[in-house]
């Protein structure tokens, strides 16, 4: 936040898990996008298609096996060095030992914040999640709900440039999951980060997303890259506007024949 922020272009990306052990599985086969700074991209596609492994590529923490990953200044397209980069992963993975406030300031004391500011960092973060009064506590005194807006909390506190999120809400209940979902548009609209958030849920996609990558079934590659104009600030009450329903109905369609096509090829190849 604050700093100009680079474009992610993933170039003909592609990944082979080849494990000595067992066959090779084509987790990715040719994945072509680009992230826009500063915008919201979701990406959505069935169980399997390689989202997590695309996140994890972004991250750094998986070399593609063909292809490119990039940075780049928008401006003229000059390479651009990694942003920093903050992850909420698919699965809870707070400290059970550190209480809330505690494991949201954990990444500012790794960073030798100083304790004035990092106090101050990780009370605005607690803030914006909506969990003031809950600092002293420890993971199990909360509900998944609760868990899961420490997680964000720890990741917003770091300021980073680039928000990766492997679907935050999955774990939780349909209430909780809506009015986490209002919060987090929230969240990116008045953050300017850009975000990459791996969803199973349409409507959770054209809530938060400036633009919306739909996969194809492994291995995955783009099926469509479509564009939300909904307007901001958005909300439950967008779901009722009629621009909302005639894009869940197209990536509805697009999402039904590749979610088939990974029931008929699944059973061949785990
Ligand atoms: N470490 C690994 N070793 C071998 N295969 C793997 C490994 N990680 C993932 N895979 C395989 O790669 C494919 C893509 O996995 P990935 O986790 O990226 O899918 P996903 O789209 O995130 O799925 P989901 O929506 O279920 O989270 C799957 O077939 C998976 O079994
Ligand atoms: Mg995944």
């Not at 958005?234 to 197209?250: I, N, Q």
Request: contains cysteine; aromatic residues 6%.
């Amino acid at each position: 936040m604050g700093m100009p922020a680079v474009a992610i272009e993933a170039d003909d990306l592609g990944l082979t898990f080849a494990p000595a052990s067992a066959a090779p599985t084509v987790a990715l086969e040719t994945v072509s996008c680009r992230f826009e700074p500063g915008r919201v991209t979701a990406l959505i596609g069935p169980s399997g298609c390689g989202k997590s492994t695309l996140l994890q590529i972004v991250r750094g923490f998986l070399d593609p096996t063909r292809g490119q990953l990039r940075f780049v200044e928008p401006a003229d397209g000059r390479m651009a060095i990694r942003p920093a980069m903050s992850t909420v992963w698919q699965a809870f993975n707070l400290f059970p030992w550190l209480t809330v406030v505690e494991n949201v300031a954990f990444g500012l004391d790794l960073a030798g914040v100083p304790r004035a500011e990092r106090d101050e960092r990780a009370h605005r973060a607690i803030a914006a999640v909506d969990l003031t009064g809950f600092e002293d506590r420890y993971p199990r005194q909360l509900s998944g709900g609760m868990r899961q807006r420490v997680g964000l909390a720890r990741a917003l506190v770091m300021e980073p440039e680039v928000l990766l999120l492997d679907e935050p809400f999955g774990a939780l209940d349909a209430q909780t999951r809506l009015v986490l979902q209002e919060q987090l548009a929230r969240l990116v609209e008045t953050s300017g980060t850009t975000a990459i958030l791996v969803t199973h849920s349409i409507e959770e996609a054209i809530l938060l997303a400036d633009t919306i990558v739909v996969m194809t079934a492994r291995p995955g590659r783009v099926a469509a890259r479509i564009d939300v104009e909904l307007p901001r600030p958005r909300s439950m009450a967008t779901t009722r506007d009629p621009g909302f329903a005639a894009l869940f109905d197209r990536i509805y369609g697009l999402l039904r024949d590749e979610v088939m096509r990974a029931m008929v090829s699944g059973g061949a190849s785990a």
